[in-house]
């Protein structure tokens, strides 16, 4: 059982390139999330998904996108990157189905990004 | 967003020594969690509470969920340096009730 799973762990972009980052969980949670956490700011939502084929917004959306065409991966994007993306982004899952534990958020390691 | 106020900061403290920390909001919470993140690493649930006034403890740590819900405490007991990193804790609503809302942290450092 690995849990919350993170590809790549770091990577550096040139200002407009684009990357995905892939999220997978392997614990059949309902929910994922995307953040970002950067010095001094704490944890801020990207984007989440309360199941297959849904998504919404968080708290810092633009210049990202998601997708969640599998329960168990959820794929963040950067169509063009920015230098105020560089930040450390984290993955999250939530609620095994049948139950009412809606609010246990587990966590991925993390993916450090750099954008220059 | 909202974020909840965690407080202290930062702590200094030597090692065997207990620990306190808290975190209020102005809006009540259903469930109040408590995370710890290493550097370098991602957060880590440490407790869950689930009813006003609950107690629980996972080894060396206690947390309490507030009588009004609007605050939660965790403490820990003779300090060991692996204890080392920051706390967070997040609050979860039954409105809204897929998302959690982070304190800013509590950052601990232990002197040697």
């Known amino acids: 059982n690995a849990g919350v799973t993170q590809t790549p762990k770091f990577r550096v972009l040139k200002t407009g390139q684009s990357m995905t980052l892939l999220c997978a969980q392997d614990m059949n949670h309902e929910y994922m999330y995307w953040y970002r956490q950067d010095p001094g700011m704490g944890l801020r939502l990207i984007h989440y998904s309360v199941g297959e084929g849904t998504t919404a917004k968080g708290e810092v959306p633009d210049g990202y996108n998601v997708s969640r065409l599998k329960k168990q991966n959820f794929l963040l994007g950067l169509e063009s990157a920015a230098p105020s993306q560089t930040s450390v982004y984290f993955c999250?899952?939530?609620?095994?189905?049948?139950?009412?534990?809606?609010?246990?958020?587990?966590f991925g390691p993390g993916t450090r990004l750099t954008v220059t | 967003g909202q974020q909840l106020n965690q407080s202290p900061q930062s702590m200094f403290i030597q090692e065997g020594e207990d620990v306190s920390m808290n975190c209020t909001s102005s809006?009540?919470?259903?469930?109040w969690l408590w995370y710890k993140q290493d550097p370098g690493e991602g957060p880590v649930l440490l407790i869950a509470l689930y009813k006003a006034g609950e107690l629980t403890s996972n080894g060396r740590l206690t947390a309490q969920f507030g009588i009004t819900r609007k605050d939660s405490f965790l403490n820990i007991s003779a300090s060991i340096p692996s204890d080392v990193g920051i706390y967070f804790c997040a609050g979860g609503s039954n409105f809204g009730n897929e998302k959690l809302t982070f304190g800013t942290g509590t950052r601990l450092t232990i002197i040697p």
């Open positions: 809006s009540i919470f259903n469930t």
């Open positions: 999250a899952s939530s609620y095994p189905l049948g139950t009412g534990i809606r609010h246990e958020q587990y």
